[in-house]
């Protein structure tokens, strides 16, 4: 089946009924695990005015009734939480898409286009549900135009991953090494401060340590001298890899995808690779020993493609924060963003990966080798 992937309709006003449907706490969680979206609440309404832009999305919704044409493409359905002895109906199909705003010079911002189970569904309406407030942050109108873009599944020869955040479940231990070196000093640092930090690339010191402190300097250098000294032994003790990576990586090298590690990460990290098994899925693994500088550099991602002599257009870089989204878009190849480290669904979705997914788990749905 052949359908346009561009669908161009007229910002509408809403019913203002789904709102509290996107707080419902099962559908929340479905839109995080289907769309990698934790939706802002509300949703915005297209009208499709044309009959050329109903037929696209018709061609869209028989993709429902034919799923295993071409299962990359099918859309995701939300189901409610089962209950013992009845049938468990659909509520809702639900395409990711990317609300095209040309700026910052992404693929758009990610959104979860949500077709309701319901008879008689009006044909011209289009309700588009965001981690994002839609509305204000692409500065849109009631009767502007918007094109949405649907998510392409990526044919790649290779996929590059980040670890902290990633693959390894450490921003726990990011903030038990903050808190253990900071609180002999009288100082607090919370988790969301660490998140921010390895989010956004900046130091963490610089925010737990009062501006005004006459001691501020020399504290931060004593802290983070501190926090590297026990940074292996935190690590090791508060870190794991998330829940079945060996399991997706595999699916991936099934599926015809070669895999490498770029990463920030100091060598300590290593054997949790080793324990997990799944260093020898990794044809090179690139450390921050091993580059001379940081994301968003694009410098490890290339230097690790040219070891694999492999073409940016053809690879991929998965991470958990807009830094990651940022090297990938400096080194020319697709960005995979995934929830669950440094960054939360909205601080995501305004770095406009290619892809927004709930986990590693995920990666597989939508990443295939090339033929
Ligand atoms: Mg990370």
């Given at each position: 089946m052949s359908t346009t992937r561009q669908i161009e309709g007229v910002v509408a006003d809403g019913l203002g009924k789904a709102g509290g449907f996107t707080q419902i706490p099962w559908v929340r969680s479905q839109f995080v695990t289907l769309a990698g979206i934790d939706p802002h609440p509300g949703t915005l309404n297209l009208q499709l005015e044309h009959a050329t832009q109903q037929a696209h999305w018709r061609g869209w919704q028989q993709e429902v009734q034919s799923?295993?044409?071409n299962m990359m493409l099918a859309p995701a359905a939300m189901l409610p939480p089962q209950v013992e002895g009845e049938a468990q109906d659909c509520a809702a199909h639900v395409y990711a898409v990317h609300v095209q705003t040309d700026s910052a010079g992404g693929p758009g911002i990610p959104a979860a286009l949500v077709l309701p189970a319901v008879p008689d569904y009006p044909a011209d309406k289009l309700e588009l549900v965001a981690a994002l407030p839609l509305r204000a942050h692409c500065q849109l109108r009631s009767g502007d135009r918007l094109r949405i873009q649907r998510c392409s599944p990526l044919r790649l020869q290779a996929l590059l991953f980040d670890l902290d955040g990633t693959l390894v479940d450490s921003v726990a231990a990011y903030h038990v090494v903050a808190q253990r070196a900071a609180e002999p000093h009288g100082i607090t640092v919370t988790r969301a401060q660490v998140s921010r930090a390895l989010a956004l690339n900046s130091n963490f010191w610089d925010e737990a340590v009062?501006?005004?402190?006459?001691?501020r300097e020399a504290l931060k250098r004593g802290m983070a001298e501190q926090a590297m000294r026990d940074w292996p032994a935190v690590l090791a003790a508060e870190a794991s890899m998330f829940q079945g990576v060996r399991q997706s990586l595999l699916q991936l090298r099934a599926q015809g995808v070669r895999l490498a590690v770029v990463s920030g990460a100091r060598r300590e990290v290593l054997p949790l690779l080793q324990a997990a098994g799944v260093m020898e899925l990794f044809e090179q693994v690139l450390l921050s020993?091993?580059?001379s500088r940081r994301k968003p550099d694009p410098e490890g991602i290339l230097r690790c493609l040219s070891l694999m002599g492999v073409a940016p257009d053809q690879a991929g870089y998965v991470g958990d924060t807009p830094i990651d989204v940022q090297a990938s878009r400096r080194a020319g190849v697709r960005s995979v963003a995934v929830l669950g480290g440094a960054a939360d669904s909205a601080l995501l979705s305004t770095a406009q990966p290619d892809w927004l997914l709930a986990s590693h788990a995920a990666i597989a749905n939508v990443v295939r080798g090339r033929d």
């Amino acid at each position: 089946m052949s359908t346009t992937r561009q669908i161009e309709g007229v910002v509408a006003d809403g019913l203002g009924k789904a709102g509290g449907f996107t707080q419902i706490p099962w559908v929340r969680s479905q839109f995080v695990t289907l769309a990698g979206i934790d939706p802002h609440p509300g949703t915005l309404n297209l009208q499709l005015e044309h009959a050329t832009q109903q037929a696209h999305w018709r061609g869209w919704q028989q993709e429902v009734q034919s799923p295993a044409s071409n299962m990359m493409l099918a859309p995701a359905a939300m189901l409610p939480p089962q209950v013992e002895g009845e049938a468990q109906d659909c509520a809702a199909h639900v395409y990711a898409v990317h609300v095209q705003t040309d700026s910052a010079g992404g693929p758009g911002i990610p959104a979860a286009l949500v077709l309701p189970a319901v008879p008689d569904y009006p044909a011209d309406k289009l309700e588009l549900v965001a981690a994002l407030p839609l509305r204000a942050h692409c500065q849109l109108r009631s009767g502007d135009r918007l094109r949405i873009q649907r998510c392409s599944p990526l044919r790649l020869q290779a996929l590059l991953f980040d670890l902290d955040g990633t693959l390894v479940d450490s921003v726990a231990a990011y903030h038990v090494v903050a808190q253990r070196a900071a609180e002999p000093h009288g100082i607090t640092v919370t988790r969301a401060q660490v998140s921010r930090a390895l989010a956004l690339n900046s130091n963490f010191w610089d925010e737990a340590v009062p501006a005004d402190d006459p001691r501020r300097e020399a504290l931060k250098r004593g802290m983070a001298e501190q926090a590297m000294r026990d940074w292996p032994a935190v690590l090791a003790a508060e870190a794991s890899m998330f829940q079945g990576v060996r399991q997706s990586l595999l699916q991936l090298r099934a599926q015809g995808v070669r895999l490498a590690v770029v990463s920030g990460a100091r060598r300590e990290v290593l054997p949790l690779l080793q324990a997990a098994g799944v260093m020898e899925l990794f044809e090179q693994v690139l450390l921050s020993e091993d580059v001379s500088r940081r994301k968003p550099d694009p410098e490890g991602i290339l230097r690790c493609l040219s070891l694999m002599g492999v073409a940016p257009d053809q690879a991929g870089y998965v991470g958990d924060t807009p830094i990651d989204v940022q090297a990938s878009r400096r080194a020319g190849v697709r960005s995979v963003a995934v929830l669950g480290g440094a960054a939360d669904s909205a601080l995501l979705s305004t770095a406009q990966p290619d892809w927004l997914l709930a986990s590693h788990a995920a990666i597989a749905n939508v990443v295939r080798g090339r033929d």
